[in-house]
């Protein structure tokens, strides 16, 4: 069983920066392609970045250019770095693991930590 852990949410405000991190277990972290989703109240769930095991990335739109997402294959951990937080970015951050092929669903998720952008 694979078990991840976010950390790193918190309060910040309209412009501000935050790192968000995801501790994975497990010895194929470096296969799993690796998401992070969010889902604000009253929304969907989205995703808002992933990254694969080769490295190539996938941002939404809303966020590209102001988040970045990266892991460290010898750490079990992959990161995602946001910056010039807006209020719409508020929501509950979820780090996802090993995406089923054909799908866009993930095998394995953390708790989820909330990140609150403050005017």
Do not use: H
């Not at 991840?4 to 309209?14: H, N, R, T, Y």
């Not at 992070?36 to 095991?53: C, D, F, N, T």
């Not at 970045?68 to 750490?75: Q, V």
């Not at 998720?109 to 609150?116: E, I, K, L, N, Y």
């Amino acid at each position: 069983q694979v078990q991840l852990v976010e950390s790193g949410g918190g309060l910040v405000q309209a412009g501000g920066s935050l790192r968000l991190s995801c501790a994975t277990s497990g010895r194929t972290f470096s296969r799993y392609e690796m998401g992070w989703y969010r889902q604000a109240p009253g929304k969907e769930r989205e995703l808002v970045a992933a990254i694969g095991s080769g490295g190539n990335t996938y941002y939404v739109s809303s966020v590209r250019g102001r988040f970045t997402i990266s892991r460290d294959n010898a750490k079990n951990i992959v990161y995602l770095q946001m910056s010039s937080l807006k209020l719409e970015d508020t929501a509950v951050y979820y780090c996802a693991a090993d995406r089923v092929p054909g799908t866009s669903d993930y095998r394995y998720w953390g708790q989820g930590t909330q990140v609150t952008v403050s005017s």
